[in-house]
């Protein structure tokens, strides 16, 4: 049964909840979440590290061994398995230390996506993005990281095919028509992230960077007062963009201590050629940022999106790249499950250094959840009818990641639910409901795009 959200009159949650903020509110917004929080009892907020591979996820790398496999197409009703006593699949098996706090999602639709290499933007938003061309509003992560921001709301990593790329804007949206950038080169990513705490030349570019927003943020007030209504309302749009990297440059500076405690040091993967090391370091960043208050939602976007799906994972011995064996070349299975068991292995490391942090009664990876899936559902080139997702970590016990397996049947089927249904699920869980998230299918009945998923929300 779908779960809407409810209301209990006037409580101290929800008049804090509902409380308008104007704009540029984002710190208030967080001090009013945090007393939101210790309002219901909750001191910490709840953290998620969004994995978004590209190129497809064949629903069967990530199916339980001991359940008969079953093609989206066959299946008729819902079936939720216990992962107790069953294996797990080749790909996942970094992860069999964490079964019982895991959740595999099977069955949700997103067609109007409409994916082919990628839907890019669109997994995390439910919209078709267009390849960056239609970005209508916020993707889940910006929207969680909004609601519980750390000194930043989010931070978005990932590897690319094309090395000499240093960022790209593939996979996140802050707000319409803004995508968040994604940081490719890992001492880019240092330096953004880890600048205010280091030493040497990061240290010095941190500071330099600081320096030129004061004075661009100088000019553009000047220059503003000599240009015509029209013309000042677009610069209105630039000033803003760089007092928003000020503050957060602020903000690191105010968080100096603790964030110096959880740096990594950037070791010589960081500055590698090599893939495997550049999303190695990215998972150590996504750790440390968490560790260290700098953000509490971190998305790590790896080959997401054109072009930098053709990625070859040459530190894990492949020669062809994903591209390739997205297309089925030779062997293409048992390549993609390496690189996919390679992706939970970094995985598995970023939630033992959580668990490793004591955080009130237990660790921080009590408050964290990890999803896992692709940016273009179940298959390269495929017809989005089937969305597999990897759930793991609880939200503070708010989710059934009990270690279970649910599949939902095919999109004609009753029981059938979209994409949407899991970003509202994960909404409800972190205290922030809302019934629908991003745009309905309209193939289908909009009522599949709408509530929760009741087989996952405690």
């Known amino acids: 049964m779908n779960q809407k959200p409810t209301h209990h009159g006037f409580s101290r949650r929800s008049l804090l909840r509902g409380t308008s903020l104007g704009a540029g509110s984002v710190l208030l917004s967080g001090v009013l979440d945090r007393i939101a929080l210790a309002a219901e009892g909750r001191t910490t907020p709840p953290r998620f590290l969004f994995v978004v591979e590209g190129n497809g996820c064949p629903a069967k790398q990530v199916y339980p061994q001991g359940v008969e496999f079953q093609d989206v197409k066959q299946r008729d009703q819902l079936a939720v398995h216990r992962l107790g006593k069953l294996k797990l699949p080749e790909a996942l098996e970094p992860v069999s230390a964490f079964k019982d706090q895991m959740a595999i999602v099977h069955g949700l639709s997103g067609m109007h996506l409409r994916g082919g290499h ?17 970005l209508v509003a916020r993707t889940i992560d910006a929207e969680l990281g909004f609601h519980f921001p750390g000194a930043m709301p989010l931070a978005v990593l990932g590897v690319s095919a094309k090395k000499n790329y240093r960022l790209t804007y593939n996979c996140s949206v802050t707000a319409p028509g803004r995508a968040q950038p994604t940081l ?12 205010s705490v280091a030493e040497g030349e990061a240290a010095a570019r941190f500071q330099v960077n600081r320096y ?55 070791a010589d993967k960081y500055k590698s050629r090599v893939e495997t090391d550049h999303l190695d370091a990215h998972f150590e960043m ?33 020669e062809p790249n994903k591209h390739k064996i997205g297309h089925k070349c030779d062997d293409w299975e048992q390549y993609s499950i ?27 990876l009590d408050n964290t959840l990890i999803v896992y899936l692709s940016d273009a559902a179940s298959a390269h080139h495929g017809g989005l009818d089937e969305w597999p997702a990897v759930l793991l970590g609880s939200c503070g016990n708010r989710l059934k990641t009990d270690g279970r397996c649910v599949v939902y049947p095919r999109p004609e089927a009753p029981g059938h639910r979209t994409l949407n249904t899991l970003y509202s ?5 972190a205290g922030k409901p809302r019934d629908l998230f991003g745009e309905p299918d309209p193939g289908l009945d909009p009522a599949l795009a709408r509530g929760t998923l009741s087989e996952l929300l405690v």
């Open 425 to 429: 699920t994960l909404l409800h869980a």
């Open 338 to 364: 390496q690189i996919r068991r390679y992706h939970f292995e970094l995985i598995a490391r970023f939630m033992n250094k959580l668990k490793q942090m004591p955080e009130g009664d237990g660790t921080m």
């Open 212 to 266: 030129l927003m004061d004075y661009m943020q100088e000019d553009i007030r000047r220059v503003r007062g000599e240009i015509g209504s029209a013309d000042r309302d677009k610069l209105d749009a630039y000033l803003s963009s760089y007092e928003e990297l000020n503050e957060q440059s602020s903000r690191l500076l105010e968080i100096r201590d603790r964030l110096s405690d959880a740096a990594p040091v950037p």
């Open 118 to 134: 990628s839907a890019d933007h669109g997994a995390l938003g439910c919209y078709y993005a267009n390849s960056g061309r239609n």
């Open 184 to 195: 490719l080169d890992p001492m880019l990513g240092y330096e953004q992230l880890f600048g």
């Open 286 to 318: 996504a750790a440390a940022a968490m560790i260290g208050g700098l953000s509490n939602v971190v998305t790590i976007a790896s080959g997401v999106g054109a072009p930098h799906l053709s990625i070859q994972y040459s530190g894990l011995g492949i």
